[in-house]
């Protein structure tokens, strides 16, 4: 495993966060944690869900002892490409949270090349907001997003805002951008 945020799949990554979730304001809150250096990448190359979750036990421990760090994104670049395997392991990361007491302190929330909304057609642009160039396994403080929630004019608005922003943008142009995500500038 990597705990290195200059690994290719987190300049992806990275990239994907600027470009697209900051680009597009898919995450209103996603700007101010990035221009003040909040968040930590982490590049967990390993296909062994036993190993992930060590590495997000230790993510959890990491965030209980370094107070400025807001968010993590763990890439993970070896494996879990079959969106069904990893959303097995995203089931199995979020139990365990709970059992290692961090419920109410970190949520997660989940991203992939492939991911699909249940009930959206195939080809739905929407599905964009959920995609990034590679799976990452994101790690929120909560209370950070409770007070961020707070202070945003409407923020049962954001969903629909997003739908409505990548169905202007369209698939094909969505698709294209998540590419060059893996690309040198």
């Known amino acids: 495993m990597t705990y290195s945020p200059e690994t290719p799949a987190c300049l992806h990554v990275q990239r994907w966060l600027d470009d697209m979730v900051i680009g597009h304001n898919f995450c209103p809150f996603a700007r101010f944690v990035r221009d003040q250096q909040r968040i930590r990448f982490v590049d967990i190359a390993s296909s062994d869900m036993a190993q992930v979750l060590e590495a997000l036990h230790d993510e959890f421990l990491h965030l209980d002892t370094t107070s400025h760090t807001s968010t993590t994104l763990m890439v993970l670049s070896d ?107």
């Open 79 to 185: 494996g879990w490409q079959q969106f069904d395997d990893y959303l097995m392991l995203v089931d199995v990361a979020q139990q365990s949270l709970n059992h290692w007491g961090y419920e109410g302190e970190y949520q997660l929330a989940s991203f992939h090349p492939d991911y699909l909304f249940a009930g959206e057609a195939k080809n739905a642009p929407s599905h964009f907001t959920n995609r990034a160039p590679h799976p990452v396994i994101h790690i929120i403080r909560e209370a950070e997003m409770e007070q961020a929630l707070a202070h945003h004019p409407d923020p049962e608005s954001i969903p629909q805002t997003n739908i409505d922003t990548t169905e202007t943008l369209g698939e094909a142009a969505l698709r294209a951008q998540l590419k060059a995500c893996k690309t040198p500038r």
